[in-house]
């Protein structure tokens, strides 16, 4: 078979195929493999006639020879993956299922566009892979004691983490990692004892911030622009959806506003607050305007915790941290990790006001909160011209 006649040959297989012709596509697709002049794109074009005829001896070879050109090939590997599922092998199709999805992944995001075609296959191995994940979590439930999943957060956690329908979420603090303290995302506040005076305080500390909603003078975008630095994009900068009274910020109280709310002030005094000169005390009221979301991010040190008291919440306010999501409720407090990625939302009709503040993790010894107290004071003292 020369050149021409070989050119011959795969355009009567392809013309076959996109008429829908299986077997005439084969017969030509196999002349060219039988003279060993097949390429990788013939050997897919085969493939596409096999899987149609459903030869699926012939079919393997062909992935096995697209592969072997090309071990990131997208189309072979979802097809691999709908094989296997075929076979009945979950955890084999789940496999080259999520290469399939992850190469395809780095490939939009480096700006490369997939063919409709490819992009369709995708959609029905990711549908694929969630009902795959969904019969491997049945499976262990029904194999083990459903009830320990149950009864257990952290170890029902860990089975949707394995079944692949929840991701690992660590600490990500964006300035600053203190190593070996606890991935916890909310903590039981029934293990701090000045959390009950503060839930206790609520009703006072509401009529203030009631106050203040009635004059808002003292507001701000709770994200706002630095000059000496760039911009991130976050979703509210400089946006008074998302606004904040500061009662303390930089280690100092906001003289104005602490004044209007005493009770407020004196509430804070039972927490353990961190003391660090230009950075702490930091303490606000956070208000978000309704239909409001407050994308995930991540907070900027793992060494403290996020206390939430929710003050004036309508329904639909929620906040999620990790793999955990707790509606907001009026008076009761949440004591996060905001290192781990979190969002909130409110999407209510209404405006959603909380007092927030930090307060250092419980896991920091005396001597360590000490250390880190210096440590983040020498940081805000750095300056380049110091040794000049």
Known sequence: MDQAQLEATARKGIDAL???????????????????????????????????????VTLTQALDQMLAADPRDILALAMKGDLFLKAGDDRAAMGWYNMALRTAGQLQTQG???????????????????AAAERFETHLLNTIDADTGALNPRFAESLAILAGRREVQLQQPTSFYYPGLPQIAFYDTADFDWVAGLEAAYPAIRAEVEAVMAD?????????????????????LDD?????????????????????????????????????????????????????HIPPHWGMLNTRLICHLPLIVPDKCRLRVGNHERRVEPG??????????HEAWNDSDAVRVILLFEVWRPELAADERAALTRLYEAVSLYSPSEGA
């Open 216 to 236: 808002p003078s003292g507001m701000a975008p709770y994200v706002q622009a630095d000059p000496t630095r760039p911009n991130r994009g976050h979703a509210l």
């Open 112 to 130: 490369q566009a997939l063919p409709p075609p490819l992009i369709d296959r995708l959609r029905r191995a990711e549908a694929a892979t969630a």
């Open 332 to 341: 009761k407090v949440l004591l996060f990790d905001d290192s781990v990625e």
């Open 240 to 292: 008074a959806r998302w606004s904040a009274f500061h009662l303390f910020e930089a280690g100092q109280p906001v003289a104005a506003n602490a004044a209007r709310c005493p009770a407020t002030m004196a509430a804070l005094e039972a927490a353990p607050l961190p003391r660090i000169a230009g950075r702490s005390p930091m303490a606000l009221f956070s208000i978000l305007r309704p239909h409001t």
């Open 18 to 56: 996109n008429r829908g012709d299986a077997g005439a596509a084969h017969a030509a697709f196999q002349a060219i493999i039988d003279i060993g002049r097949a390429t990788p794109q013939l050997w897919a074009l085969m493939a596409q006639a096999c899987e149609r005829l459903g030869d699926m």
